[in-house]
């Protein structure tokens, strides 16, 4: 049996995850604002920094997977932004990489990162932010969605789930993580029916928006079918998985998107696609 940190714990799919873990009998150390081993606040720089050297000190430096599910949706207010990016943003890129030296003791450990579907469904969404948050620059980001408008919230949680997702992406296949025999992986799930969506149902105009928007097959997620999804991604049965974000979102993304992914490598991103081939030869003689 298996040591398993879970961000969000006390709540929505997090707790979920918690509960199917402990079911399975692994050992859960929990992190979250309440009801959890390491009780932190992943929106501030102490609270990422205690929880990530709490997990170590609790794990006794060996972990065999994490779920990164802490996150808030797109929250009204002034400071907005700066709350979304640092939680969702980094509260798991900064607890992911503290870990990393832990959950390469086990050699074979899964990690899953909750992203969204909003990653690529929400239209037009900063690049500029997107980018900052990429290189860790919170204030950089906070500051290009000043320029947002009543959207700004939506756009920043976007932002941080692209964001997310991408390092992600960038970071999976590199000889720290896939070379360290860590998988790490997202999933995107559409609107699953947890306290943060009820909370949103209960504003009329965001219910409205949330009722609008297109998902094939009708309905919203069932949160304990998402816990299964993550399960399955945080088991053996995911060797070979890497870098990969997986939606489980009911269509939404197909039905907006259909022609967007998958698509051939153009004629003008050759060069940058040969030169990845070339360091990747360059790196397997290296070893
Ligand atoms: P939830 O609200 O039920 O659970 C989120 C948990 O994160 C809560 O226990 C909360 O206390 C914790 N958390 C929030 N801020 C924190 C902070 N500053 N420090 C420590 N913990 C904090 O929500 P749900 O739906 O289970 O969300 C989990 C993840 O799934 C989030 O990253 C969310 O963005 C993502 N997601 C949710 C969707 C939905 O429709 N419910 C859709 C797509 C993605």
Redesign the pocket.
């Known amino acids: 049996m298996g040591t398993y940190a879970v961000?969000?714990?006390?709540?929505?799919?997090?707790?979920q995850v918690a509960a199917k873990l402990r079911a399975a009998g692994h050992t859960v150390i929990g992190?979250?604002?309440?009801d959890a081993e390491v009780l932190?606040?992943?929106?501030t720089p102490a609270?990422r920094d205690g929880a990530a050297a709490q997990v170590l000190a609790l794990c006794d430096g060996r972990l065999d997977g994490a779920l990164l599910?802490?996150?808030?949706?797109p929250l009204p207010g002034a400071d907005s932004a700066r709350r979304i990016f640092a939680?969702?943003y980094l509260?798991v890129v900064e607890l992911a990489q503290a870990w990393r030296p832990a959950l390469a003791v086990s050699g074979r450990a899964k990690v899953v990162v909750?992203?969204?579907?909003?990653a690529t469904t929400v239209p037009v969404v900063p690049g500029a932010a997107i980018r900052a948050l990429l290189r860790g620059d919170v204030d950089r980001a906070a500051r290009v969605m000043k320029w947002c408008g009543p959207a700004a919230p939506s756009l920043a949680?976007a932002a941080s789930?692209i964001a997310v997702s991408r390092w992600v992406r960038r970071s999976a296949v590199t000889a720290e993580w896939a070379g360290r025999g860590i998988r790490l992986n997202a999933i995107?799930?559409?609107?699953?029916?947890?306290?943060?969506?009820e909370?949103q149902l209960a504003t009329p105009s965001e219910a409205r928006a949330i009722r609008a928007f297109p998902v094939p097959v009708g309905d919203?997620?069932d949160?304990g079918q998402l816990a299964d999804w993550m399960m399955f991604m945080l088991s053996d049965a995911a060797d070979f998985v890497c870098g990969s974000i997986v939606f489980v979102d009911g269509g939404s993304d197909a039905y907006l998107r259909a022609n967007a992914w998958p698509k051939a490598v153009p004629a003008w991103g050759v060069p940058a696609y040969l030169w990845r081939f070339a360091k990747h030869r360059l790196a397997q003689r290296a070893v």
């Open positions: 961000t969000g714990s006390a709540s929505g799919m997090g707790a992190v979250d604002l309440r932190a606040d992943l929106s609270g599910g802490a996150g808030v949706g939680i969702n509260g909750i992203a969204s579907n909003s949680y789930k995107a799930p559409g609107a699953i029916l947890t306290p943060l969506l909370k919203f997620g949160p």
